[in-house]
């Protein structure tokens, strides 16, 4: 389990992530996980309970949640592939992962009852949420994420996402999916800057880059986007099969 962290959220324009990494470059590396073209695709299939609990916690303003997702660094699942199973938990404006990693990744492991946990603060975390709110599949999330590390600061990451696309649990990544205007999360010419870090400071030379581009810190929630744009929110919680 990693320890609690802060994240600090920016939707910015493509021309101003080219000027934060001219600002940045001599303090950061890339992430040693980014591919060839120094690029990390990220899929991850998101859990929430029949009636949308963990939706609704978030757009309630709840300050203590937690949301599943099971994700992979690739735009598919495939058998055999290294997996994730993560509960991503918010204390206030605090931010913790609990990360299960298995090695080879099978079909089997879209159901979370099959998954079997090797200490008890894994087993109590997400025992809990399953008893509680009997999660299933809900909607998936693709996106290309350009991935860096400081130097100096070893705590501190620092993240631009974009091409962001929602999919429905079942469905597969396909040229047809990426031309559909509807299923993508974010405008091209954007890109999210997440800034990661166990302490309760930033380094100067990051907010000097903030300062300069004038940004605002915001919530953008990759989930709660994609639930919205494909319509799960309107098409399960009006049915009338949970009132």
Known sequence: MRPPRNEYKYLITLEQKR?????????????????????????????????LC??????????????????????????????????K??????????????????????ELDQW??????????????LARYNPIPTAQVFYIRDAFQAIIESDLRITYDSN?????PQEKLSQELLMDKKRCLLSEN?????????????????????QKLGLIQRS??????????LGIDVNRLNSGEYL
């Open 164 to 168: 962001l696309f929602g999919m429905f």
């Open 190 to 210: 954007y890109c999210i800057l997440e800034i990661k870090n166990n302490t309760n400071t930033l380094p100067p030379w990051v907010f000097d880059g903030i």
């Open 19 to 51: 000027v934060l990494q001219h600002l940045w470059e001599k303090y950061l590396v890339k992430d040693s996980y980014s591919d060839d073209e120094g690029k990390t695709p990220i899929l991850s299939l998101y859990y929430d309970s029949p009636n």
């Open 220 to 229: 953008i929630p990759k989930y709660i986007t994609a639930v919205e744009a």
């Open 54 to 87: 963990f939706y609704q916690e978030k757009l309630d303003g709840i300050k203590d949640r937690s949301k599943i997702r099971l994700r992979v660094y690739g735009s598919d699942y495939q058998e055999g592939a290294p997996c994730f199973l993560e509960i």
């Open 116 to 129: 079997r946990f090797d200490n008890a603060v894994e087993r109590d975390c997400f025992g809990e949420l």
């Open 89 to 110: 938990q918010r204390f206030s404006d605090k931010v913790r992962k609990i990360r299960v990693y298995r090695e080879k990744f099978d079909k089997s492991m879209f």
